[in-house]
């Protein structure tokens, strides 16, 4: 993160949130506009076949960076599609233009927009718009969390058979170990869904829908918004590195507190080596 120039953090958080929420909403509006003709998108792969970005991605963030340059010229920046950019007011604003592309491209719901803002103590704001669902998710640090204005509370859940849990994988992980966890998850009497976007999943553990969602490896802009969220609604979630690992694809767990001890131990999470992905000898 940056450091602080105290005569650079002009506009307070509470400035930040509001601002946060309507963009989200508004580059939500634009991402809208691009699903309805996707059939029309420039797509182009990634690192994999199935990691994708179009024209709809660069598109939004594009509007998300201009509007945030704008509004708090002095705010660091950091998005899935055009990298960082350093500030001096001690905020930097994390931004996935669309989280669950692959779910985009195939024309279904399951994506959403997701803006985070973090200074030096971790998620300060979190703002998740899902326009085909009609959702505007909301948080600020210390004072709670909406989903269309509605405050949110995570599930009072106390084990694994209280709910669903999210689980979501990319190609950064074996998946020999994801079979394995799986496996192991199940025995343990556990039972998963996989609805799109993992940000959005996330959210849902912060609206009660789901009692957790883990993923072994997800990069800072998949969950940082929604870890606000988590936490605003009384969830826990696993801390990621701000400062050295801010680039570094980690894992990912937020759940309700009384099952977050289960998942972090099953899903093998402070493991270093249990993700990682293995050569296929053929
Ligand atoms: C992906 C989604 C997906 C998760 C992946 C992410 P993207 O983000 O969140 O649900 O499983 O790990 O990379 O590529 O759609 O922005
Ligand atoms: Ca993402
Ligand atoms: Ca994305």
């Known amino acids: ?16 949130a509001r601002f946060a929420k309507e963009l989200a909403q508004n580059a939500g ?76 491209l195939a024309g279904m719901p399951g994506w959403c927009v997701s803006i985070g803002l973090v200074d030096a103590q971790g998620p300060l704001v979190g703002a998740i718009e899902v326009p085909m669902l009609a959702e505007s998710y909301l948080a600020l640090r210390g004072q709670g969390a909406t989903l269309n204005d509605r405050p949110i509370r995570v599930a009072q859940a106390r084990t694994l058979a209280d709910g ?9 992980i074996s998946n020999r170990s994801f079979g394995t966890f799986l496996a192991e998850f199940g ?24 009692i957790a969602y883990l993923e072994p490896r997800m990069n ?18 696993r801390p ?3 400062d050295e690992g801010l680039m570094i694809p980690a894992p990912v767990l937020g759940a309700s507190p009384a099952v977050f001890d289960t998942l972090q131990r099953l899903g093998r999470l402070e493991e270093d080596t249990f993700w990682v992905p293995q050569a296929i000898s053929v």
């Open 1 to 16: 993160m940056t450091d602080t120039d105290p005569a650079a953090t002009a506009g307070t958080v509470a400035d930040r």
């Open 29 to 104: 509006a634009l991402a809208r506009s691009y699903f309805l003709r996707r059939s029309e998108l420039d797509i182009e792969t990634k690192r994999s076949a199935h990691d994708l970005v179009s024209e709809a991605d660069r598109a939004v963030e594009r509007m998300i960076r201009t509007a945030i340059a704008a509004r708090f010229p002095e705010d660091a920046l950091v998005g899935e599609e055009d990298g960082c950019r350093a500030g001096r007011s001690g905020f930097t604003w994390i931004i996935d233009p669309i989280d669950g592309t692959a779910p985009f």
């Open 164 to 172: 669903l849990v999210g689980i979501g994988a990319n190609d950064r």
């Open 187 to 210: 025995a343990a009497g556990g039972a998963w869904v996989r609805y799109g976007s993992g940000a959005l999943m996330l959210a849902w553990v912060a609206a009660g829908r789901l």
């Open 220 to 237: 800072v802009w998949d969950c940082i918004a929604a870890h606000c969220l988590i936490e605003e609604a009384g969830g826990r979630v």
């Open 240 to 242: 990621f590195d701000l």
